[in-house]
């Protein structure tokens, strides 16, 4: 094959004293660079650096700036299976993690921070979201809101209005009978039960996806950022 290929820069600003460097090399076999900058008249700081193969890569960067105490950072790697990174940034007492893998069938994402935590998916059928106060993203675009009592709204123009969900549990169940009729072959069962199994299945499904996502940002180097 033929040789690896390599090179750098660097450049100042005498004004601000500013520098940045950056270099890399790139061969048959892959590519790897990197690159670090620095403003004097501010502190700022920052790096970053990837790594790409035939099978794949990992690219990381973060920055600091010591006037507003703003820190920010991610992690990004890819595949021929998939996707995944996480990020975090924080200034003062605030800060967030956001994590994602993304795969053939849809992207599984979530976030933890000072203002709460969420997690969803999205995929061909739309995106399911949800937060730690108990609103969703629904398909519809709109943001929706249930309560402890079991109630929906929906939000519009900063303000939650009740939803109406008559119609939508009829038309559910309309079709659930349309499909029983159209199986006479198969055991009939009652709606109360349908609903039950339907829940129950919808719980099982968060749980393994709250796994997933925790395993997920374990093994990509996530865990609850610390300052």
Excluded: C
């Excluded at 973060?62 to 924080?90: D, E, F, I, L």
């Excluded at 992207?107 to 730690?132: M, V, W």
């Amino acid at each position: 094959p033929w040789p690896a290929t390599y090179g750098a820069g660097y450049v100042y600003n005498p004004w601000s004293g500013g520098f940045a460097g950056g270099r890399a090399v790139y061969g048959p076999y892959g590519a790897a660079g990197g690159a670090a900058w620095y403003n004097p008249a501010t502190g700022r700081y920052g790096r970053a650096a990837s790594v790409q193969g035939w099978y794949g890569g990992r690219s990381v960067a973060s920055a600091y700036n010591p006037w507003t105490g703003g820190y920010g950072a991610t992690s990004q790697g890819h595949n021929a299976y998939g996707q995944w990174g996480h990020s975090v940034a924080s200034r003062g007492d605030q800060w967030v993690q956001t994590g994602h893998v993304t795969t053939a069938r849809g992207t599984a994402f979530g976030y933890q921070g000072s203002g709460g935590q969420g997690a969803g998916f999205h995929g061909a059928n739309g995106t399911i979201a949800r937060t730690n106060n108990y609103t969703y993203a629904g398909n519809d675009g709109n943001i929706y809101r249930k309560d402890s009592s079991g109630n929906w709204s929906k939000y519009n123009n900063g303000n939650w209005n009740s939803v109406d969900t008559s119609a939508a549990k009829q038309q559910a169940q309309q079709r659930f009978d349309t499909a029983r009729q159209n199986r006479p072959n198969r055991e009939s069962i009652q709606p109360g039960t349908w609903q039950g199994l339907n829940n129950a299945d919808r719980a099982r499904q968060r749980g393994a996806f709250q796994t997933q996502r925790f395993q997920s940002f374990q093994r990509f180097g996530g865990g609850r950022f610390r300052r």
